[in-house]
């Protein structure tokens, strides 16, 4: 059985930081791409970052360039997306996706095989 579980999410005041981390199970992460997503209350699920598989071809939105990074530890199993001047228009609930072509980034949400259950990361003051 495959699984994604997200850690990580909380709360945080705007310009702070957050470390999400999506453990896998029951694939090897390897062989899959892998994304972030984030859907607000009463939005769409909506594209974040991804990486291919071995993590050097990574794709951003354009919302968060310059303060989010994706990573991935494929001998962990794991993955990871590194939010820094985190601003009130992150709040979502972020999840983790698989995919398998891991050859390249896909930015919708239809292409992903495996989803985890979601971590909520709220920025307030």
């Known amino acids: 059985q495959v699984q994604l579980v997200e850690s990580g999410g909380g709360l945080v005041r705007p310009g702070g930081s957050l470390k999400l981390s999506c453990a896998v199970s029951?694939?090897?992460?390897?062989?899959?791409?892998v994304g972030w997503f984030r859907q607000a209350p009463g939005a769409e699920r909506d594209f974040v970052a991804g990486a291919a598989w071995s993590g050097t071809m990574r794709n951003y939105a354009d919302s968060v360039k310059g303060r989010f990074s994706i990573s991935r530890d494929n001998a962990k199993n794991t993955v990871y997306l590194q939010m820094n001047n985190l601003n009130p228009e992150d709040t979502a609930d972020y999840y983790c996706?698989?995919?398998?072509?891991?050859?390249?980034?896909?930015?919708?949400?239809?292409?992903?095989?495996?989803w985890g259950q979601g971590t909520p990361v709220t920025v307030s003051s």
């Open positions: 996706a698989a995919h398998r072509h891991p050859y390249a980034v896909a930015r919708a949400a239809g292409e992903y095989d495996y």
């Open positions: 029951g694939i090897s992460l390897a062989h899959y791409a």
